[in-house]
C-alpha cells in the first residue's frame, strides 16, 4: 500500500502562487508515474500535470506556462509550483501516483484564489 499526503493549499489572490506538495509513504517503487489532478463541485476531476520518473512532464493547456510540476525522488515527493493563479485555479487539489499498475490518490487540498 502507498500512502499520499498533499499540502500546501490555501487561499491566494488572483495573480499569486501557490507551491503544493504530496508525500508517498509506504511501499514505494522508483518507476511511477505522479500526476496532479483538481475537481470543482458537481465536475469530474481534471487532469492538471504528469511527470515520469525519467522527469518528463505534461501539462493541460489551462496551466501550461504557469505551473510547473516536479518531483524528488530521494523524498519521495512531487511539488506542483502554481503562478499567476486565477480564480478558476480554484479547486480541491489531488496527487495521484501510478505504480506497478496500481493507482493510489491523497486525500486532496484546497486551493481558493480570489478575484
Known amino acids: 500500500q502507498v500512502q499520499l499526503v498533499e499540502s500546501g493549499g490555501g487561499l491566494v489572490q488572483a495573480g499569486g502562487s501557490l507551491r503544493l506538495s504530496c508525500t508517498a509513504s509506504?511501499?514505494?517503487?522508483?518507476?511511477?508515474?505522479m500526476a496532479w489532478y483538481r475537481q470543482t463541485p458537481g465536475n469530474q476531476r481534471e487532469w492538471v500535470a504528469g511527470i515520469t520518473s525519467s522527469g518528463s512532464t505534461n501539462y493541460a493547456d489551462s496551466v501550461k506556462g504557469r505551473f510547473t510540476i516536479s518531483r524528488d525522488s530521494a523524498k519521495n515527493t512531487v511539488y506542483l509550483q502554481m503562478n499567476s493563479l486565477k480564480p478558476e485555479d480554484t479547486a480541491v487539489y489531488y496527487c495521484?501516483?501510478?505504480?506497478?499498475?496500481?493507482?493510489?490518490w491523497g486525500q486532496g487540498t484546497q486551493v481558493t484564489v480570489s478575484s
Open positions: 495521484k501516483r501510478v505504480q506497478e499498475g496500481n493507482i493510489y
Open positions: 509506504g511501499s514505494i517503487f522508483s518507476i511511477s508515474v
